[in-house]
């Protein structure tokens, strides 16, 4: 059977190796965390290390990382645990946070579904009451990046607190919670090649009080009860560890980047009726939002799978359905262009055949939908 191109990493990473290797040495050793026998300290060691490593990723100080089973489980945590009478979120929010707090105020966003700042100083100004403000550092589904030390600035000027998902935005780009100027921060592991079901919510130093949303357990300095997940929070420290390091090694992360560029530039030159969502805006490097217009998502993600390509359309925790987009319905984008609208996303381990598979396939099947389709797909 040929090898499966995986273009979906913003739905979740291929885990590394050495993310492997750290998961199956926990799993190996016995002992609980909160024991004070000899294996249970050395499971402690485990998780304070890991937690080191995913403070060190964001710059944060380990204290104020508070292990969870995912940025769901850590976004929860914030909007819930606030204590805020207000929240306060972008239109283009994860559902993670759209759906925990229904009644929350929405920011609305441009046509390349940038926040508007002035929107979000009115809503402040309009209603004293102490506020909760959310907004994601990057799209999962488009790559734009937010404003958001500026967004954190208003928040601060007029005094909320001022939270941000950067789950997308860790190991693609510099993330730091002092320079966005961020109260909390959620991450989740798997978005960088860490196991599924782990994740944190990072505070800052000197942070306020979160009330936890799981009760019945000292864990996580009363912050979160339950056993720590041991294995997935050393693969996680591992795997902060080295999206860290690539972020130092200039070339390394600009590989996806390059990779991105390409695939828009000649998917573009293949069938110029295509669009790249929101071209124009500041995005992560290894995103693209692809659209076809007038062929369903989901009939492009369908056939780019049985050729063996894995793509998706909207955020990948609507899993098993392939419903309209929240986030290119809040951008005002025609009905017509967000219901044709596939996300291609890269990785650590994507190389640039995948990009050649990618091309081959969806413009085979832009010519059996009754595009003209011009050329062939270049060799990288």
């Not at 959620?186 to 942070?207: E, F, I, N, W």
């Not at 972020?247 to 030159?269: C, F, K, N, V």
């Not at 369903?296 to 063996?308: F, R």
């Amino acid at each position: 059977m040929s090898r499966v191109v995986y273009l979906d990493y913003n739905a979740g990473a291929p885990a590394r190796p050495e993310v492997v290797v750290a998961v199956a040495g926990a799993l190996a050793e016995a002992g609980n965390p909160s024991s004070i026998h000899g294996p249970g300290r050395a499971a402690r060691q485990r998780i304070e290390t890991a937690r080191a490593q995913v403070a060190a990723l964001v710059g944060a100080a380990p204290e104020g990382v508070v292990f969870t089973s995912g940025g769901t489980e850590a976004n929860a945590q914030i909007l819930a645990g606030s204590g805020r009478a207000r929240v306060i979120v972008s239109a283009v929010e994860h559902p993670s946070v759209l759906d925990a707090v229904p009644t929350a105020e929405r920011i609305t966003v441009d046509g390349d579904g940038v926040i508007d700042l002035a929107a979000l100083e009115r809503l402040l100004a309009a209603d004293r009451r102490p506020a909760l403000v959310s907004v994601m550092l990057a799209n999962n589904e488009t790559g734009v990046i937010q404003p958001v030390a500026e967004a954190a600035a208003i928040a601060r000027a007029h005094g909320a607190l001022f939270h941000s998902d950067v789950a997308q935005a860790v190991g693609r780009i510099p993330v730091s919670l002092a320079a966005l100027g961020a109260d909390f921060l959620s991450v989740s592991a798997h978005k960088m090649g860490g196991p599924a079901g782990v994740g944190a919510l990072v505070m800052a130093d000197g942070a306020f009080t979160v009330a936890p949303i799981l009760l019945g357990g000292g864990q996580e300095r009363r912050r979160r009860a339950g056993t720590e997940n041991l294995c997935g929070i050393a693969g996680f420290g591992v795997a902060a560890t080295l999206a860290g390091d690539e972020l130092h090694d200039g070339d390394t992360i600009s590989a996806p980047g390059r990779l991105r560029d390409r695939l828009e530039r000649q998917a573009l030159e293949l069938v110029p009726e295509a669009v790249v969502i929101a071209a124009g805006a500041a995005r992560l490097p290894n995103t693209c939002c692809l659209a076809l217009p007038g062929v369903a998502s989901q009939t492009q993600v369908m056939a780019l799978d049985l050729a063996g390509v894995a793509v998706s359309a909207g955020a990948a925790c609507s899993s098993g359905k392939v419903a309209e987009s929240r986030v290119l319905a809040a951008m005002g984008l025609d009905p017509v262009l967000r219901g044709s609208a596939i996300r291609v996303s890269l990785g650590w381990a994507s190389r640039a055949e995948d990009v050649d598979v990618f091309l081959a396939a969806w413009a085979g099947l832009a010519r059996r939908k009754g595009f003209k389709v011009s050329g062939a797909v270049a060799a990288a």
